[in-house]
């Protein structure tokens, strides 16, 4: 006979658990309308059941939907074949006469003419009753609800006509997911989900786990968010043929969330659909796609304790407002019906929360975000709503208020073209520090978990990944539109821009190598938009620096007997014969090798950076090198013009140049020589003893205190 009794037991609890038990009745729901439910089936003939293990059956999908109806009637059990579940999946014997609030068949309300419509996808191995006390909340605030059973990977499902159907422990693919699940490397993992301190240690666990668990965290989601999609293919025929909710489905007002496993199903969906308005994950976490996708919906992550300290993580992950709230007193499967109605077996899954508290928190979140961005209250502040449990975590990517943190990743629109930054700081009070990435095409966001989270408690850190560069990629770099000075207009138009999205007078502009160039002409000709001008890698000469590089290389190739560094630097000659680009690289390599770029870097392991950053897909990761090879052979020769000691010879803003002591791409001594030279209200060099070419990433301490406690305070701005 069928079991259920291992599920108890299974190791990987990362998306999936059992919690069950003890009580008469639900808890009332404190909408105004009385509440219905009622069962549909459906069959996707275009789809094969995965789990029957000679491939010919077609997928079938359960539903149980609850809406907002006038009247009371008889209200439902909790699980209509409850002598099942108790026999075969354990239940405890509490769950026999658990009443509902919710009465079958009845009439859907007539009054608020449409009602906006959600899907709710379970958690691995639980069922799509698990959040009963959930749904009759939603439903009795004025939503119609549906919840999918995503078959054989639900403990069991109802059919409307009371066939069942359950997990099959002899197909094949469940055999694979229970396979990956006995692997002690996902418990391993869970363990480090706690205990990992940095955004890049969570992204490694988030990472493996996936791997590890690969049919359940990479497959699974798709799986089941092609079973919701294929329920919104239905949407329009229930909407005009279901004798119950006929006629009061708002197709234009669709939101989806889930528990568990179904969060991710959740925001795979949101990746992909577009009918769908808004997404909520419970516990889920960033598995499936999302981990390298970005969503374009209002999205809330609502978490446990294991996702305290995830919040930086969670909250970029959409275009649109994204919430990040943990519970931190709350587990797994308080976000269930089960922190309510506990089973011994599986206990641990239960924080120390009280669980009726635990419901209440979860109830009020999901309910007044769907309200805030389906329903009619979109002034309602979510994070205020949040403020009011001091058991939450809160993070957002929102702006609200002068103290408000911040944290945006967006696209932009500058020269006509649609460009990406990211402005990341812990209060919007703070000023506006803008950072201009060197190349050209070689950007600075993969970089801000390692030279920016100082920064950003002290200001609002910019970076803008430029045409060619990046998120941004190939848009707009058509040979025409990639000049000195269409970079100047694009610098220019995104600083009136952030001036005027955060309500500053001016901003503190920051350059590195190419970046430099832009940063001290726009600092130039635009002094009253700049409190400071931080100029590192400062180029003043191309041909010069370049010249003084050369001669560096070949030094020390003569100085190691580096024989065929030797034949090819002779070969490639000295920068004023360089005839394209692939001569410019070549040196590259070997001022690298010679560490005239890099003091404690390599260029491979600033590569590693790169393709670890968590605000690039991973198609943008692939793409980096590429864009950035283009923009170079296309600016190069631009590039190798540039004699700023001849253009610029006064600033009317203090100016400070970050300069490493090994910096010989652009060359210290000639950087000094320009400070010295140089006219302005007040100039300064800062050496950076360990560096090359990047002291942010030489020296990132160092690098930001003296921004802070040097440039900052000497501002008088603090």
Not at 272 to 285: E, L
Request: glycine share 8%; proline share 4%.
């Amino acid at each position: 006979m069928f079991k259920l009794k291992w599920i108890a037991v299974l190791p990987v609890i990362l998306f999936f658990g059992h919690v069950f038990g003890q009580a008469n009745s639900l808890p009332k729901p404190t909408g105004t309308y009385a509440v219905g439910v009622t069962y549909l089936n459906f069959t996707d003939e275009k789809r094969i059941e995965l789990f029957d293990n000679n491939l010919k059956n077609k997928r079938e999908i359960t539903v149980k939907a609850w809406y907002p109806a006038d009247e009371k009637s008889k209200p439902e059990l909790y699980l209509r074949n409850i002598g099942f579940a108790i026999t075969y999946c354990q239940l405890p014997e509490t769950y026999r006469n658990l009443v509902t609030n919710s009465a079958l068949n009845i009439p859907v309300s007539t009054h608020a003419g449409k009602f906006p419509m959600l899907v709710f996808s379970h958690g691995w191995g639980e069922h799509y009753a698990q959040n009963t006390v959930l749904m009759e909340e939603l439903a009795s605030h004025g939503y119609i609800v549906f919840s999918i059973a995503h078959h054989y990977e639900c403990k069991y499902a109802e059919y409307p006509d009371g066939k069942i159907s359950h997990i099959e422990f002899g197909s094949l693919r469940f055999q694979k997911i229970f396979g990956e699940m006995q692997n002690p490397k996902a418990m391993e993992l869970y363990r480090q989900m706690f205990t990992a301190a940095t955004d890049d240690e969570r992204l490694r666990v988030i990472r493996e786990t996936r791997d590890v668990l690969s049919t359940g965290l990479r497959e699974s989601p798709k799986y089941w968010a092609e079973d919701l999609s294929f329920f919104l293919d239905q949407i329009k025929n229930i909407n005009e043929t279901n004798h119950i909710v006929k006629g009061k489905i708002d197709m234009d007002r669709i939101g989806v969330f889930g528990m568990s496993m179904g969060g991710i199903a959740t925001s795979e969906l949101c990746l992909h659909d577009r009918r769908v308005k808004a997404g909520v994950s419970m516990d889920g976490g960033l598995y499936g796609s999302l981990l390298e996708g970005k969503l374009s919906v209002p999205f809330m992550f609502l978490g446990s304790k294991r996702f305290t300290g995830y919040g930086n993580l969670f909250k970029g992950k959409s275009d649109k407002d994204c919430y990040a709230l943990a519970i931190k007193n709350a587990d797994h499967y308080n976000f269930s019906d089960y922190s309510l109605y506990p089973s011994p077996q599986v206990s641990f899954l239960l924080g120390t929360i009280d669980g009726r508290r635990a419901l209440d928190i979860t109830s009020a979140l999901v309910l007044s975000f769907f309200e805030k961005y389906l329903g009619n209250k979109k002034e309602l502040d979510l994070l205020k709503e949040a403020a009011r449990f001091p058991e939450i975590e809160t993070d957002s990517n929102l702006i609200r208020g002068k103290e408000a943190a911040i944290s945006i990743l967006e696209e932009v629109e500058l020269g006509g073209v649609k460009q990406w930054i990211l402005a990341r700081g812990d209060s919007a009070a703070n000023p506006i520090l803008l950072f201009l990435h060197g190349g050209p095409g070689f950007p600075e966001m993969p970089f801000t978990h390692v030279d920016s989270e100082f920064l950003e408690k002290h200001f609002i850190v910019v970076n803008w990944d430029q045409r060619g560069a990046g998120k941004t990629g190939d848009a707009g770099t058509a040979p025409a539109m990639m000049t000195i000075d269409r970079y100047l207009a694009d610098t220019h138009e995104l600083i009136e821009l952030l001036k005027a999205r955060f309500q500053k007078k001016k901003l503190f502009l920051i350059g590195h190598s190419w970046g430099s160039i832009l940063g001290l002409l726009t600092a130039h000709r635009y002094p009253e938009s700049i409190h400071a001008y931080i100029g590192m890698g400062q180029v003043v000469n191309m041909q010069k620096g370049e010249a003084l590089s050369y001669a560096y290389a070949l030094a020390k190739a003569r100085e190691s007997r580096d024989e065929e560094a030797l034949r090819q630097l002779v070969e490639i000659g000295s920068p004023d014969r360089w005839e394209d680009y692939e001569h410019m690289m070549k040196f590259k390599e070997y001022l690298d090798r010679y560490k005239g770029v890099f003091q404690r870097l390599s260029y491979r392991e600033v590569g590693k950076l790169w393709f670890t950053s968590p605000h690039y897909t991973q198609s943008e990761k692939q793409n980096l090198m590429i864009s950035f090879a283009r923009t170079q052979k296309t600016m190069w020769p631009k590039y190798m013009r540039v004699d700023l000691a001849k253009e610029v010879r006064k600033m009317k803003v203090p100016v400070y140049f970050f300069v490493g002591r090994f910096d010989y791409v652009t060359h210290f001594d000639l950087v000094a020589a320009y400070c010295q030279a140089l006219k302005a209200p007040h100039k300064e060099l800062v050496w950076f003893e360990e560096s090359g070419h990047h002291p942010n990433l030489d020296e990132p301490e160092k690098y930001q205190q003296m921004l802070v406690h040097k440039v900052l305070q000497k501002s008088q701005l603090k």
